[in-house]
Every structure is written in C-alpha cells, then in structure tokens.
C-alpha cells in the first residue's frame, strides 16, 4: 500500500500537511516503509495531532481532512496514548458528510518516536453489517411471504376441489402463477435488499462518471417509458464523479425511473439532472405524476411501505423498492430524501459526496 496524501496517486510519496518541514524530517526512519506493507489503515500524527502521514485508506474512509483528523474520537485515542503509552478501543463513525453511513474500526494507537503517534485502523464494518443483514433478513422473510405462500396453499386446495370443473382449474391456475411470480419477485428483492444491507460500497471503490449511471439508468427504463406515454430526459452533462460501486448507483437511478414511470400519467415526463456543488453531488428524478401524501412522505423508504395502490398502474410490488434505494445511496455515505404534492408529483433527491483527489481508491 502505498503512500499518498492529498491529489497523490498509488506510488506518490508521502504528503507532509504540517506547515515546516521539520515536523516531516522527525518522523522516525522507516515509518514509510512499515506502512507500505499494512493492509490496515495508517496515520501518523505529530504533538500537535497534525496528521503528516497517511495511507491510502485514510483518505477513503474519510479519516482526514485538509490534514487534520476527520474525527474527534481518532484524537481522543492519540491523546490515550501520549498519555499511558498505547491505546485500543472499537469506535462507530459517520462515513461521509451527511452521516448517514457508519464505519465500525478498531483503532489501536502507539507512541512512535518522542512526538508522533501511529493510528492503526482495522475494518470491522462488514462483520457488523452481516449481523444486521442476518436479522434483518429474517424478520423480512417472516413478514412477507407469509402472504404469497398462504395463497399458494389456498390455490393448491381450490385446484385439487375443483378437478372435474376445467374452467375453474383454469382460473385457479391462472392466479396461482400470478402469485408464484410475486413469490418469485419478492423473493429477489429481500435478496436484494440483504445483499445491498451486506455490501460496503467503499471497500473496494471506483470513480463513478454520474452522466454515464443516469444514461444506463435512463435506457434501462425506456420500454415501459415509451409504452406508458411517458418521456424521460436528462439534463445536460455535469462531468460529475463519485467514489463508489457504478452498478449499486445504476440501480438506484434505475429504481426512481422506474418508481416514476409507474406514478406517473400518459403524456408527462420525468427529469433527470445532477449538479454539483460545494463537494456534492446532487441528483435530482422528477415527475409529474400523482404525488405523495404529505402524512407517507416520511414513510416510503421503509421496507415494506406501500402507498395508496390506487395511485398506480401497478400495484404488484413488493415496497422493496425505495428500501433498497436508501441502503444504496446510505453505502456510499450519502442521502436521499423526497417532495411531493398531490396531483402535482414528486421529485427525489439523492446528494452524494463528489470525488476528489484527495481521496484514495482504495482502502
């Protein structure tokens, strides 16, 4: 792992944040070297908590910031270990500006030399993801096939009773495939949604060209578009560019079309732009169709939440669906949010924190 700092690239040399060079020259020989060849997130800071070393993943896990510790609770742990020696304790972090992702290490600290401290942070996100996922899924499971699979039975009996009737059997057939392809379909988006749950977006995180996800997204949905009657456009390009999981982002683009299409009556549009400012980058899907009540407006990103089936030429789904679109958006320490009128539409807003070079690619 080599070691960048701020618009450095893999094989840069070490960045130095302190204002001198005195503070760089007093780092203790080898330490370069050392955290070369870690796979945990290193930093090394010196008496004033000035961060003048820093691997890759510390940058990618948002750890500093124009050369400072991101978090208070990174200092708090140096300060344990200029005062005893050493230091260790697990912490939760907010990964991103909006904090609404959070990163579990274990961070262990060590005087290195008679100024610096070393930080070392060790992952342990995923292990407590699993143990969400594996909850989760189950409570998923338990609430929402009930349905579908009650059905099934109910139709199996009504099959076998009416075995002499060839209409009936007709009939019952019919609705039991309609509902095994419900089984089916929810079945895939708890899959899904355990599977997003379970997924750092950032372990392993790629430069995303936002144009490029809107126009997958946008193809992605043009059949059901064009055979509703609805026109779906974008805006003009941005050049915009996150760290992240390109198909994670597609699908979530993918998804609020989708949503959108569905809401929305023959002869509207949907719109799509993305802008960016002050490190976010924020896009925005619009339609101009039946709206949300504004007593749902904090209820349609939980799972298994439906709306007024009423509203829509579809009322098939699962309420999976805008679920899996704030775990996404969520992975990659951003947020999603939503306005509405009724009979005036919706607009969904997604911000996501831009790309810069100040950020590894890697942890």
Not at 280 to 306: C, K, N, S, W, Y
Request: net charge negative; charged share 25%; aromatic share 4%.
């Amino acid at each position: 792992m080599p070691i960048v700092g701020p618009g450095g690239g893999a094989g840069a040399a070490a960045t130095d944040y302190s204002e001198t060079m005195d503070a760089v020259e007093a780092v203790p020989e080898g330490v370069e070297q050392v955290l070369d060849v870690l796979e945990s997130v290193g930093l090394v800071l010196d008496s004033t908590d000035a961060v003048v070393r820093a691997s890759p993943g510390a940058h990618s896990f948002g750890l500093v910031r124009d050369g400072a510790l991101a978090h208070d609770e990174l200092a708090e742990i140096a300060g344990l270990a200029r005062a005893s020696g050493s230091a260790a304790r697990e912490i939760q972090l907010s990964r991103g500006p909006f904090g609404s992702a959070s990163l579990y290490l274990m961070v262990r600290a060590a005087r290195l030399g008679s100024q610096h401290i070393l930080l070392l942070a060790e992952d342990r996100t995923t292990a407590h993801r699993l143990d969400d996922v594996r909850r989760d899924f189950i409570a998923n499971i338990s609430h929402e096939l009930k349905t579908p699979i009650g059905a099934v039975t109910l139709l199996a009996e009504a099959l076998h009773e009416a075995a002499d009737e060839p209409e009936e059997v007709r009939r019952f057939a019919d609705r039991l495939t309609t509902e095994a392809e419900r089984l089916a379909g929810i079945t895939q988006e708890i899959i899904e949604l355990s599977r997003l749950q379970a997924l750092d977006a950032l372990d392993s995180p790629e430069l995303v060209d936002i144009d490029e996800v809107v126009a997958t997204a946008i193809d992605q949905n043009r059949v059901g578009a064009e055979t509703n009657g609805i026109a779906v456009v974008a805006g003009e390009p941005s050049h915009a560019r996150v760290h992240g999981n390109e198909p994670m982002l597609v699908a979530v683009l993918h998804n609020l079309i989708a949503n959108a299409v569905i809401y929305s009556p023959a002869g509207t549009r949907v719109a799509i732009e993305v802008s960016c400012a002050g490190g976010i980058v924020e896009i925005t899907v619009a339609d101009q169709g039946v709206g949300i009540p504004e007593q749902e407006l904090e209820r349609v990103f939980e799972r298994f939440f439906r709306g007024d089936p009423a509203r829509s030429r579809n009322t098939g789904g699962s309420g999976l669906g805008l679920s899996i679109v704030k775990h996404a958006v969520h992975s990659h320490g951003g947020e999603v949010h939503v306005r509405s009128r009724l009979g005036q539409g919706s607009t969904f807003t997604i911000r996501l924190p831009e790309a810069s070079q100040g950020r590894g690619s890697a942890a």
